[in-house]
T-cell receptor
Framework: AQTVTQSQPEMSVQEAETVTLSCTYD???????LFWYKQPPSRQMILVIR??????QNATENRFSVNFQKAAKSFSLKISDSQLGDTAMYFC????????????FGEGTQLTVNP | DGGITQSPKYLFRKEGQNVTLSCEQN?????MYWYRQDPGQGLRLIYY???????QKGDIAEGYSVSREKKESFPLTVTSAQKNPTAFYLC?????????????FGNGTRRTVT
């Protein structure tokens, strides 16, 4: 069974600064995908970024980037130039490479961006 | 626009009543999922379905039932056996042909037992 762990229940950052959210996972699979989702106060789940395990290059989407360390089974999310609208719960998720698999979510990190 | 529609948005029911939450998607996605989110916690999988007329239990299936008679619809029934008083239910779907396809979520249903 796969597990996803987010060890930081809450974090805060000042507007315009950079923050990193951590995520580790446990799997015996070699091929898989990782995702970060954002849940703002509206509770809508929004995909932030995704990473393919067989790609060494870290994914980047505007101010969001990941640090994917496959050997360490680590998948952290870096948010640069934090904005007030980034305040949300952030979830890390994992899916194995076999068709029909299910996503497993971490418990989430509540990020607050302060003005 | 394509998307996932959940209804109702809010649900108030007395204990002992069964209730069905609706989830409809027009994304032509193969797989559909129901998650429950308890206050301050992450998402836990209730049931999921990869194809029509087939579904599997997730981690917290007790007290719930589902059906998948049509590709676009995956209703969830919360039975009177489900003791959790208040929770937020999220429906999601994804293309199952490639593992890099992410989940698309509905806006959720908040259930409160009175």
């Amino acid at each position: 069974a796969q597990t996803v762990t987010q060890s930081q229940p809450e974090m805060s950052v000042q507007e315009a600064e950079t923050v990193t959210l951590s995520c580790t996972y446990d799997t015996s699979e070699n091929n898989y995908y990782l995702f970060w989702y954002k849940q703002p106060p509206s509770r809508q789940m929004i995909l932030v970024i995704r990473q393919e395990a067989y790609k060494q290059q870290n994914a980047t989407e505007n101010r969001f980037s990941v640090n994917f360390q496959k050997a360490a089974k680590s998948f952290s999310l870096k948010i640069s130039d934090s904005q007030l609208g980034d305040t949300a719960m952030y979830f890390c998720a994992f899916i194995p490479g076999t068709s029909g698999s299910r996503l497993t979510f971490g418990e989430g990190t509540q990020l607050t961006v302060n003005p | 626009d394509g998307g996932i529609t959940q209804s109702p948005k809010y649900l108030f029911r007395k204990e002992g009543q069964n209730v069905t939450l609706s989830c409809e998607q027009n994304l032509n996605h193969d797989a559909m999922y129901w998650y429950r989110q308890d206050p301050g916690q992450g998402l836990r999988l209730i049931y999921y379905s990869q194809i029509v007329n087939d579904f599997q239990k997730g981690d917290i299936a007790e007290g719930y039932s589902v059906s998948r008679e049509k590709k676009e619809s995956f209703p969830l029934t919360v039975t009177s056996a489900q003791k959790n008083p208040t929770a937020f239910y999220l429906c999601a779907s994804r293309l199952d042909r490639g593992i890099n396809s992410p989940l698309h979520f509905g806006n959720g249903t908040r259930r409160t037992v009175t």
